[in-house]
């Protein structure tokens, strides 16, 4: 399957009183090689293990295969993960037609707030909420792969 996202840094915590959902969100990675990333993830109370390809060059888009896991089993494959965990809790915001994940990170990427929406075609059209700010889909450091070996901490 074929992921098309664009992701966006977020100006205010003006999400958090629009956001349905929320939830915490541990995730390691076992492979963060830019040609694809093997990561695991625990969400709520399930495991998940996700592979995802290389970026297309706007990155815009990359083939992705996901499928749950047992809790336990996740919680097993956390502890041979590379080095930096990521932690984060997910809102999710229905605006328009779309929903956007903002993620509120927390540990060495504090402070750090990135929105995401998922479209059907490159070119989709959405109605954008007030509180996205700069467009930083194809900017690698923005990966989660990436702010488990560079955190947002470090950064100058």
Known sequence: ??????????????????AFNSYAIKQGFLNSEKERTVRVRLKKDKGYLTIKGKSSD????RF?????????????LLQICEEGIIDKI???????????EV????????GLVIAEVEL????????????????????????????????FKNWK
């Open 1 to 18: 399957m074929i992921e098309i996202e664009r992701k966006y840094l977020v100006t205010s915590n003006n999400f958090k009183t629009e």
């Open 58 to 61: 706007d990155g815009l888009s």
């Open 64 to 76: 992705e295969w996901e499928r749950e896991i047992p809790k336990l089993e996740a919680e097993h």
């Open 90 to 100: 997910r809102f999710e915001v229905k605006y328009g037609n779309h929903t956007f």
């Open 103 to 110: 993620d509120e990170f927390f540990g060495d990427n504090k």
């Open 120 to 151: 059907n075609t490159k070119d989709e059209m959405f109605i954008k909420p007030d509180w996205l700010g700069k467009e930083v889909t194809g900017d690698i450091k923005y990966y989660n792969s990436q702010l488990s070996k560079k955190p």
